[in-house]
């Protein structure tokens, strides 16, 4: 069983590597409750290129979200705290910047949207105003200038009537509309990154088919990064270059997109994948994972998908597999990777 | 194929929930026609799956079906009775043969009762159901049906995780032993692993119990999982109904053509090659909807005809389905690159 | 720039309900959770242990003012009118000449009594009228809620005062009937919301379905979940109420005497307080520590209490 010679695990204060223009370097966020820690990440590190989109996939408890507050330094909670990792931007660790600059990074180089757009969006402003406001805080635009920098956004955005609807307010859009407000003042100043946070999960699926598109779109025109995070399969499919896997606050693979679907290397995808049901293929009996979503508040030593594993073996109770190159561009973090990559490329074909 | 009665049919279901306008003096401006003349018939262990989105009228339905709403006109017929005719003490009989597996696992149990005392409470209300000195083991053998162990009847809901409590919300539908199960939305909320789940025990159970199904849900390939046939939703009518494998390899209805293909396919191999069909607009407002054909608005084959009439269900020429269109064309829909269907 | 308040759309403390096994050993319920927590409050232990010492004093007024030998209010001897604090006499004397630590003892009795007669009473209403109005809605509803509206828009002050100048005998229960009277609406408001906000959860209407009756819907389901926010608002009016009975009485509309409570011995003190200020500081200390320990204690149930605090 040949193990492949690089190491995926980043070296701390090494500048980024080449062609990426963000990185992170083993995040790790807890949330000090009060009796309890909840390790909600627990060691991440990635790097996404310029015009790539990176997806990140994973369920509820995985601590994707968290990932990306904490990125953002929107951690909104007192209780939560980034205990250790680095995330480089334009030479820079955000991590360590001082509020007041990374307030100025956020919005203008690196947007965010989620996936909850009525309570992202202010209901008493109009949502020209709201747009209008990135143009104004950050690039110091004159308010009128603003307003039709704002309906400007809205009309590429494809609000239809967008110059009579500037002036309406948040709750008078629907699910789809309020989405492309949230695009609108993401991608107001033309950020290099794009973070979205289950963007379409609130949505219809033919909204979601709408939207997905204007993403694509958008990120053509605008060549900018794009880090999708979220928990369907089917989306992923259809936006991503690379994905990160992620479980129990870690990244248990790492993909271009079209190997990770035509032949997983962890259990826990190959898990997923045959959780997922199919309209384009025969029915087939779904193979659910077993047991339940693991406990943030205990690191375990060992693999944390042991439990749900049917390949657990000894090792994987004492030792965490760490992540480890597998092939071109791939890595994963399992003892048995090799195992789990020749079967799912055999039963392939 | 069960014979005789139809377990559960539907007959002109109508509701309608009055829209005020006006300050003090609230006058009614209209109705919003949440369910608008649904009709369907399922036999003995069918299991009828209703796939719409968001304003179709799909949960409304789910409560009429129960007898939580009251409807604005039709029937909701079985055992040989409808449901609304029936007086207090009979629509509580009648609740032992339907029930109902809610949407939000973290609100459909009450957080102050151990989820002994929720699969209990069946049992407080039917007596007839279970002996006393019986039904501390029937709640472990309702447990065990659905996958959890028995001793956590002495536990709280916030003990449990999403996929746990849904399936105990599974158990305590089937706890009175019903004949027809209602599921809004079952695994909607729920993560990928959970919902993989929850569907193959719902499968299973009503494989094992012969229970009918009314399964209501958003994504397609959840409820073709699940179901013998398949009805579509749009804004409160049913525009289109027929066997599963008819209405998964030829849908006919524009609608329904959309949704298959805007329905995401976990496959990369099909970016850019599948060809989507991609709607103008948004799932308009249910209050006020266009004339004629409620489809229209987003329709690519819209003609004169469609505003001016409103297409009824009827058969389509070439298959056994049924659509409202007067341009129903059974196709198959693009789901990969090479259009092979098994 | 992402307005600053978008922060709030995020992220729930991550990892509740993603116990693989429910927490292994006993069953933890919401109200056990909560009690193992309060114990280790220390706040909630001092404003308890001075409740229960309150309760006590009321119950018990004679034990606690024969303590310093001289127990008994009534014994009073003009010639120390007034005199400050002295050896057996550890609060001195009041204008009568009536040993004051005895007074203030046996004062507790009415002040308290009031406010816990009044709370008790509310609550009561509370959960009565507000059920029906949040669970049957329709014209109950809009019948009690403009009623209770009357009743909420009266000045408190002067309303008391109107009912009480007329009432022949003013004692503790007649005063309490007219706190209860510009009280209830407020407690029953809450509980026809709370009432209201458990009544379209999801597991109401799964009980419904299961064919529970609405008196077992309200019993079971609605009531313990309910109750909890009422409750832990009639802590906190209680310290509301006790000093609402003071000013009626300070007023001249309240307790009359020859009853002995806090609000009569602050509005005898009024006249000479320059002179002897003992006569106001020791009945106010206690009525504050009173009612800041009712309050307190409301504080940390409520915060025991909420759901999402956990």
């Known amino acids: 069983m040949k193990q492949l010679p690089f190491d995926r695990r980043p070296k701390e204060g090494q500048p980024p590597a080449q062609g990426a223009i963000l990185e992170v370097k083993d995040l790790a966020v807890e949330f000090r409750l009060r009796d309890r820690t909840v390790h909600a990440v627990n060691g991440v590190s990635w790097s996404l290129g310029q015009s790539e989109t990176l997806a990140v996939l994973g369920e509820s408890g995985s601590g994707k979200s968290v990932m990306a507050h904490a990125i953002m330094g929107t951690l909104s909670s007192a209780r939560a705290k980034v205990t250790a990792g680095e995330v480089w931007f334009a030479g820079r660790d955000l991590l360590k910047m001082p509020e007041r600059e990374r307030r100025r990074v956020r919005g203008r180089k690196i947007g965010i949207i989620f996936q909850d757009s009525l309570s992202a969006l202010n209901p008493v402003f109009t949502v020209s105003n709201q747009i209008g406001e990135m143009f104004r805080f950050h690039a110091g635009m004159p308010r009128r200038a603003a307003q039709q920098a704002a309906v400007g956004l809205m009309e590429r955005v494809g609000i239809p009537g967008a110059r009579r609807r500037a002036n309406a307010y948040p709750h008078e859009f629907s699910g789809g509309m309020r989405q492309r407000i949230m695009i609108a003042m993401a991608l107001a100043l033309e950020p290099d990154v794009l973070i979205a946070d289950e963007p379409t999960t609130a949505l219809d699926v033919t909204v979601q088919a709408q939207i997905m598109e204007l993403l694509r779109s958008l990120q053509q025109e605008m060549g900018m990064g794009l880090v999708l995070i979220t928990h369907d399969l089917g989306v992923v499919a259809d936006m991503a270059d690379r994905i990160i896997v992620m479980y129990a606050g870690r990244a248990v693979e790492e993909s271009p997109v079209r190997d990770l679907y035509r032949a997983p290397a962890h259990p826990y995808t190959v898990g997923l994948l045959q959780s997922v049901p199919r309209l384009d293929r025969a029915e087939d009996d779904l193979r659910p994972i077993g047991g339940a979503p693991p406990d943030m508040t205990t690191v375990a030593p060992g693999c944390p998908f042991r439990p749900r594993c049917w390949l657990a073996a000894e090792v994987c109770d004492h030792e965490r597999p760490p992540l480890l190159g597998v092939g071109e561009g791939r890595a994963s973090a399992c003892h048995f990777s090799h195992a789990v990559l020749e079967g799912t490329a055999g039963a392939r074909g | 194929m069960p014979e005789g009665e139809p377990a559960l049919e539907v007959r002109n279901l109508c509701k309608e929930f009055p829209v005020h306008r006006g300050g003090i003096l609230r006058r009614q401006a209209g109705a919003l026609r949440a369910v608008d003349d649904v009709s369907f018939s399922l036999a003995r262990g069918e299991a009828l799956g209703v796939v719409g989105e968001s304003g179709c009228g799909k949960s409304t339905l789910a409560r009429l079906l129960l007898g939580l709403e009251k409807p604005t006109a039709g029937q909701v017929i079985f055992g040989g009775r409808n449901l609304f005719e029936l007086n207090a003490q009979q629509l509580r009989a009648a609740r032992r043969r339907i029930q109902i597996v809610l949407q939000d696992p973290y609100t459909s149990l009450n957080p102050r009762m151990t989820i002994g005392e929720a699969l209990n409470e069946a049992f407080e209300i039917h007596p007839g159901l279970c002996p006393k000195n019986r039904r501390q083991a029937r709640v472990q053998e309702l447990l065990e049906m659905v996958g959890l162990s028995g001793d956590f009847a002495r536990r709280y809901p916030h003990q449990f995780s999403g996929g746990q409590r849904q399936r105990v919300g599974v158990a305590r539908a089937l706890a009175v032993g019903p004949e027809i199960l209602v599921c809004d939305e079952p695994v909607s909320s729920l993560d990928v692993s959970a919902q993989a789940q929850i569907l193959s025990l719902l499968r299973n159970l009503q494989r094992e119990l012969s229970i009918t199904y009314v399964f209501i849900a958003h994504d397609l390939s959840v409820v073709r999982y699940v179901s013998d046939r398949i009805a579509v939703m749009y804004l409160g009518r049913i525009v289109e109904v027929g066997d599963k494998e008819e209405v998964c390899s030829h849908p006919s209805h524009p609608y329904t053509q959309a949704l298959f293909s805007a329905a995401p396919i976990p496959d990369p191999t099909l970016r850019g090659v599948r060809q989507r069909i991609v709607l103008q607009g948004d799932v308009p407002s249910p209050i006020d909807h266009p004339s004629g054909c409620r489809f229209r608005p987003r329709c690519w084959k819209a003609e004169d005809i469609c505003q001016q009439v409103e297409p009824a269900l009827h058969g389509v020429t070439g298959s056994c389905l049924q659509a409202a269109c007067h341009f129903a064309t059974p196709q198959a829909p693009h789901l990969a690159a090479d259009r092979e269907r098994a | ?310």
């Open chain 3, 1 to 310: 720039m992402i307005p600053a308040w978008s922060g709030q759309q995020a992220t729930p403390a991550p990892g509740t309900g993603g116990a693989g096994t429910p927490s292994a050993g006993r069953a933890s319920s919401f109200l056990g959770d909560a009690w193992s927590e309060l114990v280790h409050n220390p706040l909630f232990l001092v404003s308890a242990g001075i409740v229960t010492l309150v309760l006590a004093i009321v119950a018990f007024p004679g034990l606690f003012a024969g303590l310093f030998g001289h127990g008994n209010p009534h014994d009073c001897n003009l010639a120390d009118s007034a005199l400050g604090p002295r050896a057996g006499h550890p609060f001195g004397f009041d204008v009568q000449g009536c040993d004051l630590y005895a007074n203030v003892v046996y004062g507790a009795r009415d002040t308290v009594s009031i406010g816990l007669l009044v709370t008790a009473s509310s609550l009561l209403v509370a959960i009565v009228l507000g059920s029906a109005m949040g669970y049957l809605g329709g014209l109950v509803d809009t019948l009690l809620g403009r009623t209770a509206d009357v009743f909420f828009g009266f000045p408190f002050v002067l309303g008391a005062l109107i009912i009480l100048i007329d009432l022949p005998e003013r004692n503790v229960l007649t005063v309490s009937l007219v706190l209860v009277i510009f009280g209830w609406p407020t407690m029953t408001r809450l509980m026809r919301s709370t009432v209201l906000s458990e009544r379209n959860k999801d597991y109401v209407l799964a009980a419904r379905a299961l064919g529970a009756s609405n008196f077992r819907i309200l019993r079971k389901h609605i009531l313990p979940n309910a109750l909890a926010p009422v409750v832990i608002y009639a802590t906190l009016t209680t310290g509301g109420i006790m000093v609402a009975e003071a000013t009626l009485t300070f007023l001249g509309v309240g307790l009359q005497a020859p009853a002995i409570s806090w609000g009569l011995e602050l509005a005898a003190a009024q006249n000479d307080l320059q002179q002897y200020p003992h006569l106001l500081v020791f009945p106010g200390l206690f009525l504050s520590i009173t009612v800041l320990s009712f309050v307190t204690l409301g504080d940390t149930l409520r915060d025991a209490l909420d759901p999402r605090l956990r």
